[in-house]
């Protein structure tokens, strides 16, 4: 057991309350496995999606298989949520919950290591009871108190609560973290895990104490040296950011966070001209975010990161991070807690 263990932990079966999140459409099946075995759960991000959705699934399958080859802990898949302009659940989600869902029932060592199931962006919907009815442990990614409610209402086990200055696809609705955890753990009373600018200890310390029982982490784990999938120029990118050096464009789903550079600064101009065909315009930035990862041109591609890229200056090693990282947390909270020179709450 890990020197801070909750609700969170006993839930999900790890060690320490930290979570790698989801990091699609790049591949992240050595990183999965290695924050899953070094005692915190590990995520499979989705891949993209292909014109051909049955060969994106097969990519996604090929990437749990990988992870699941290299840990025997738990560990989770991510899929987001796309949703129509109608409002309607889109395809490519349908395709790849069923296809996880599907690789599970076939394989039982499957099943038992892969028992948590990350949506986000759009409502989960339907796929809340598909999800529980599996067996696994279903978190869901809201931006708000009120999507927060709804979550929880209609039966996830986990909320995300993502604030503003999160990497990648960020809530439309923009709340920093320390006004929108406080205010949804207070709303809802299912385990929080706290997502957006968490890098160390400290920070960890600070979501326990918003009431969070976990936090989740991206850029922080994109920078470590089991990352090995990714392009080195895309790590040195994000070390080389400093605070401002990031934007919030129109992304795939909604809002979405990046390095300022000549391809997010060309977006902002295209995604304002009204006579840009929408669903290529989607396919330019997926094919963009993954040119950055794969041949690591980070000046005419989008590179995604989190506004913490600006506080973070070298590459960690996860297998001592992790642990590291729930020691210093309680340290921190041990310290602060005898420095207290009142009577202790009863
Ligand atoms: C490169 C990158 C890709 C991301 N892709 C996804 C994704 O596919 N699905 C998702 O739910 N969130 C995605 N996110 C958001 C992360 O899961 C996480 O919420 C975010 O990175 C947390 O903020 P932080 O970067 O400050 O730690 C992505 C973030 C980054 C930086």
Same mark, same amino acid.
């Given at each position: 057991?890990?020197?801070?263990?909750?609700?969170?932990?006993?839930?999900?079966?790890?060690?320490?309350?930290?979570?790698?999140?989801?990091?699609?459409?790049?591949?992240?099946?050595?990183?999965?496995?290695?924050?899953?075995?070094?005692?915190?759960?590990?995520?499979?991000?989705?891949?993209?999606?292909?014109?051909?959705?049955?060969?994106?699934?097969?990519?996604?399958?090929?990437?749990?298989?990988?992870?699941?080859?290299?840990?025997?802990?738990?560990?989770?898949?991510?899929?987001?949520?796309?949703?129509?302009?109608?409002?309607?659940?889109?395809?490519?989600?349908?395709?790849?919950?069923?296809?996880?869902?599907?690789?599970?029932?076939?394989?039982?060592?499957?099943?038992?290591?892969?028992?948590?199931?990350?949506?986000?962006?759009?409502?989960?919907?339907?796929?809340?009871?598909?999800?529980?009815?599996?067996?696994?442990?279903?978190?869901?990614?809201?931006?708000?108190?009120?999507?927060?409610?709804?979550?929880?209402?209609?039966?996830?086990?986990?909320?995300?609560?993502?604030?503003?200055?999160?990497?990648?696809?960020?809530?439309?609705?923009?709340?920093?973290?320390?006004?929108?955890?406080?205010? &949804?753990?207070? +709303? $809802? #009373?299912?385990?929080?895990?706290?997502?957006?600018?968490?890098?160390?200890?400290?920070?960890? /310390? *600070? =979501?326990?104490?918003?009431?969070?029982?976990?936090?989740?982490?991206?850029?922080?784990?994109?920078?470590?040296?089991?990352?090995?999938?990714?392009?080195?120029?895309?790590?040195?990118?994000?070390?080389?950011?400093?605070?401002?050096?990031?934007?919030?464009?129109?992304?795939?789903?909604?809002?979405?966070?990046?390095?300022?550079?000549?391809?997010?600064?060309?977006?902002?101009?295209?995604?304002?001209?009204?006579?840009?065909?929408?669903?290529?315009?989607?396919?330019?930035?997926?094919?963009?975010?993954?040119?950055?990862?794969?041949?690591?041109?980070?000046?005419?591609?989008?590179?995604?990161?989190?506004? &913490?890229?600006? +506080? $973070? #200056?070298?590459?960690?090693?996860?297998?001592?991070?992790?642990?590291?990282?729930?020691?210093? /947390? *309680? =340290?921190?909270?041990?310290?602060?807690?005898?420095?207290?020179?009142?009577?202790?709450?009863?």
């Amino acid at each position: 057991m890990g020197p801070i263990s909750n609700r969170y932990t006993e839930l999900v079966g790890i060690e320490h309350p930290i979570v790698q999140e989801g990091l699609g459409p790049y591949r992240t099946s050595k990183l999965a496995a290695a924050v899953s075995q070094a005692g915190g759960l590990g995520t499979v991000s989705m891949p993209g999606m292909p014109e051909d959705l049955q060969a994106g699934a097969r990519t996604f399958l090929s990437h749990i298989e990988e992870c699941a080859s290299l840990t025997d802990k738990p560990f989770a898949v991510n899929i987001p949520v796309g949703v129509d302009a109608r409002g309607a659940i889109v395809e490519f989600t349908d395709v790849y919950i069923r296809a996880v869902l599907d690789a599970r029932r076939r394989d039982a060592g499957l099943a038992a290591q892969l028992t948590v199931m990350t949506t986000s962006a759009g409502f989960p919907g339907v796929y809340i009871d598909l999800i529980k009815d599996a067996g696994m442990v279903h978190q869901h990614k809201v931006g708000s108190t009120r999507q927060a409610i709804k979550a929880a209402e209609a039966g996830v086990d986990v909320v995300i609560a993502a604030g503003f200055e999160m990497g990648g696809h960020a809530p439309a609705a923009g709340v920093h973290t320390f006004v929108l955890v406080p205010k &949804v753990t207070e +709303a $809802i #009373d299912i385990p929080v895990v706290l997502t957006g600018g968490a890098r160390d200890g400290r920070t960890l /310390a *600070a =979501a326990l104490c918003m009431g969070a029982d976990a936090v989740a982490l991206g850029t922080r784990f994109i920078l470590s040296e089991e990352n090995s999938d990714w392009h080195p120029n895309y790590l040195q990118a994000l070390l080389d950011a400093k605070e401002g050096d990031d934007v919030a464009f129109t992304g795939v789903y909604g809002p979405c966070r990046g390095l300022r550079n000549p391809a997010s600064e060309a977006l902002l101009v295209a995604q304002n001209d009204p006579d840009a065909d929408p669903v290529a315009l989607i396919r330019h930035k997926i094919e963009s975010m993954s040119r950055a990862q794969t041949d690591g041109d980070t000046v005419n591609s989008l590179v995604m990161t989190g506004q &913490v890229a600006g +506080a $973070i #200056d070298h590459v960690i090693r996860v297998a001592e991070f992790v642990p590291a990282m729930a020691e210093e /947390a *309680a =340290a921190v909270l041990a310290r602060l807690a005898g420095n207290l020179t009142g009577a202790a709450p009863a």
